[in-house]
């Protein structure tokens, strides 16, 4: 959380000192006063004081009032699918994928009538600008932090609440892209459903069985509050927050999940690091044109991985990695059915499978 207004002045009293700090991290920002005792010699001026060890337990009380800081930034593999730089007007018009959740909350408010794409024209931009000054900022058509802050006013949240309390047990997560939904397990039965964004149809959340291998803080840009990132192996993907809550529900993502980040944060200290999230539903095109060998990833071998399952080899958890159990599956179907002892896989065993074209 940003600490944007923290400084000394002096009351109606002037023994009391007063320290303000300024929280914005909602539209409508607040603000807390703390008054410390100094000594009666003070100057009729306010100035910036030095530290001393008052003003460094004044300054604990405040941390421990308006929560965490950020543990980290989100990594540079999740920062591949957002950005908070902010959106420029420019000829040629700026083509980002954020411009279309801009372009679909423009259109929402009745601001906008155009194609929904990627592409920052003139008339978005003229969006923007009535926008900005209907909410008292400056009509710059600049889209920055405090332009999406505005826009998500008015979003309602639907509340979703647990069918019980939390069953002790091992927690999992499972995303549905189909219906955009993040369902929590907990002790192998269902405690709680979440609405969430997915990715947009050229660019499908991965499905698979990944692992939780990092998490952290963020100060509420298109990150949201908090982040976890998965471990697939062919890019940079993760659950995290959002500041354009009106996703929530669509297909809206470069292939992350996006929760709101009251749920987001609520999730954030249910999983630890190395929690089970598996992803299920929409596929991209697959391409089993070519053999797959130890070191072979991508949702090709999801795919392959799971058809081992169906079939009742064990190529263990389909995280899209052809690796020592699948390729020891691979040899044990090869033998079974009499096409040898390799470890690849190529056309004969996708055949076998019924793999191929799907």
Same mark, same amino acid.
Request: with cysteine; aromatic share 10%.
């Given at each position: 959380?940003?600490?944007?207004?923290?400084?000394?002045?002096?009351?109606?009293? #002037?023994? $009391?000192?007063?320290?303000?700090?300024?929280?914005?991290?909602?539209?409508?920002?607040?603000?807390?006063?703390?008054?410390?005792?100094?000594?009666?010699?003070?100057?009729?001026? +306010?100035?910036?004081?030095?530290?001393?060890?008052?003003?460094?337990?004044?300054?604990?009380?405040?941390?421990?009032?308006?929560?965490?800081?950020?543990?980290?930034?989100?990594?540079?593999?999740?920062?591949?699918?957002?950005? $908070?730089? *902010?959106? %420029?007007?420019?000829? *040629?018009?700026?083509?980002?994928?954020?411009?279309?959740?801009?372009?679909?909350?423009?259109?929402?408010?009745?601001?906008?009538?155009? +194609?929904?794409?990627?592409?920052?024209?003139?008339?978005?931009? #003229?969006?923007? #600008?009535?926008?900005?000054?209907?909410?008292?900022?400056?009509?710059?058509?600049?889209?920055?932090?405090?332009?999406?802050?505005?826009?998500?006013?008015?979003?309602?949240?639907? $509340?979703?609440?647990?069918?019980?309390?939390?069953?002790? &047990?091992?927690?999992? %997560?499972?995303?549905?892209?189909?219906?955009?939904?993040?369902?929590?397990?907990?002790?192998?039965?269902?405690?709680?459903?979440?609405?969430?964004?997915?990715?947009?149809?050229?660019?499908?959340?991965?499905?698979?069985?990944? #692992?939780?291998?990092?998490?952290?803080?963020?100060?509420?840009?298109?990150?949201?509050?908090?982040?976890?990132?998965?471990?697939?192996?062919?890019?940079?993907?993760?659950?995290? &927050?959002?500041?354009?809550?009106?996703?929530?529900?669509?297909?809206?993502?470069?292939?992350?999940?996006?929760?709101?980040?009251? $749920?987001? =944060? =609520?999730?954030?200290?249910?999983? +630890?690091?190395?929690?089970?999230?598996?992803?299920?539903?929409?596929?991209?095109? %697959?391409?089993?044109?070519?053999?797959?060998? +130890?070191?072979?990833? &991508?949702?090709?071998?999801?795919?392959?991985?799971?058809?081992?399952?169906?079939?009742?080899?064990?190529?263990?958890?389909?995280?899209?990695?052809?690796?020592?159990?699948? =390729?020891?599956?691979?040899?044990?179907?090869?033998?079974?059915?009499?096409?040898?002892?390799? &470890?690849?896989?190529?056309?004969?065993?996708?055949? %076998?499978?019924?793999?191929?074209?799907?």
């Amino acid at each position: 959380m940003a600490r944007e207004g923290i400084y000394t002045g002096y009351p109606a009293h #002037k023994q $009391d000192t007063q320290l303000v700090f300024i929280n914005r991290r909602h539209p409508s920002y607040s603000t807390l006063r703390i008054y410390v005792k100094e000594w009666p010699c003070l100057p009729s001026k +306010p100035r910036l004081r030095r530290s001393h060890s008052g003003l460094l337990i004044v300054m604990s009380v405040i941390i421990l009032a308006v929560g965490p800081t950020v543990k980290h930034q989100a990594p540079a593999m999740l920062r591949v699918h957002e950005t $908070d730089e *902010p959106l %420029l007007p420019t000829t *040629p018009p700026v083509i980002r994928h954020d411009v279309y959740d801009l372009k679909v909350r423009l259109s929402q408010l009745g601001l906008y009538e155009g +194609p929904l794409d990627e592409v920052y024209d003139s008339e978005t931009v #003229k969006a923007v #600008k009535a926008f900005q000054e209907s909410y008292w900022l400056h009509p710059t058509g600049i889209v920055d932090r405090s332009t999406w802050r505005a826009l998500s006013v008015g979003v309602v949240r639907p $509340d979703s609440p647990a069918a019980k309390p939390l069953p002790e &047990g091992e927690i999992y %997560l499972e995303v549905d892209t189909e219906v955009a939904e993040l369902r929590v397990y907990a002790g192998g039965t269902l405690w709680k459903t979440y609405p969430v964004a997915v990715g947009k149809w050229a660019t499908l959340t991965p499905v698979g069985e990944w #692992k939780i291998v990092d998490k952290g803080y963020e100060s509420g840009g298109a990150f949201g509050t908090r982040w976890m990132a998965l471990d697939v192996p062919w890019g940079g993907y993760g659950i995290h &927050g959002t500041n354009r809550p009106w996703s929530i529900g669509t297909y809206a993502s470069l292939g992350c999940v996006r929760m709101f980040n009251e $749920d987001i =944060e =609520e999730l954030y200290e249910l999983v +630890p690091i190395g929690t089970r999230v598996i992803i299920v539903g929409y596929r991209p095109p %697959l391409d089993f044109g070519k053999p797959f060998v +130890p070191g072979t990833i &991508g949702p090709e071998v999801v795919r392959l991985q799971e058809a081992l399952r169906e079939f009742g080899f064990d190529a263990g958890p389909t995280d899209g990695r052809y690796g020592p159990l699948t =390729e020891q599956a691979v040899r044990e179907v090869r033998e079974v059915f009499g096409l040898g002892r390799e &470890g690849w896989a190529s056309r004969d065993v996708f055949v %076998l499978l019924q793999v191929e074209g799907q």
